[in-house]
């Protein structure tokens, strides 16, 4: 869901486990597949070209436990993926 409301990409329910949800998120971000959405050029899975900063953003919906568990799975998954993270930033930011 959006910070203005907005539907968000999917419906999912029941809600799946966190590496589940981190994986199709990052599925998302990471596609290069959907020349709408994809702004950048990652290199073939698993080629370690690729360097991202990680903003893991919440507006006060999550605890920071919670919010810390979601970027400990999101970095666990992005070495997996061989995506180098120069940056992780983790809070709630208001972006305009």
């Given amino acids: 869901m959006g910070i203005h409301n907005e539907p968000g990409h999917?419906?999912?329910s029941p809600i799946?486990?966190?590496d589940q949800l981190v994986t199709s998120l990052l599925d998302l971000l990471t596609s290069t597949m959907d020349p709408e959405r994809s702004f950048l050029p990652f290199a073939a899975s698993g080629?370690?070209?690729?360097?991202?900063?990680?903003?893991?953003?919440?507006?006060?919906g999550l605890s920071e436990l919670e919010m810390g568990g979601i970027a400990r799975e999101a970095v666990n998954q992005l070495?997996?993926?061989s995506i180098?993270?120069?940056?992780?930033?983790?809070?709630?930011?208001?972006?305009?």
């Avoid at 360097?51 to 006060?60: A, K, P």
């Avoid at 180098?84 to 305009?96: D, E, P, Q, T, Y």
């Fill in 16 to 18: 799946p486990p966190l």
């Fill in 47 to 60: 080629s370690g070209n690729d360097e991202v900063v990680l903003l893991v953003n919440n507006l006060g």
């Fill in 84 to 96: 180098k993270i120069h940056r992780l930033v983790v809070g709630s930011f208001m972006a305009s």
């Fill in 10 to 12: 999917a419906h999912v």
């Fill in 79 to 81: 070495r997996v993926r």
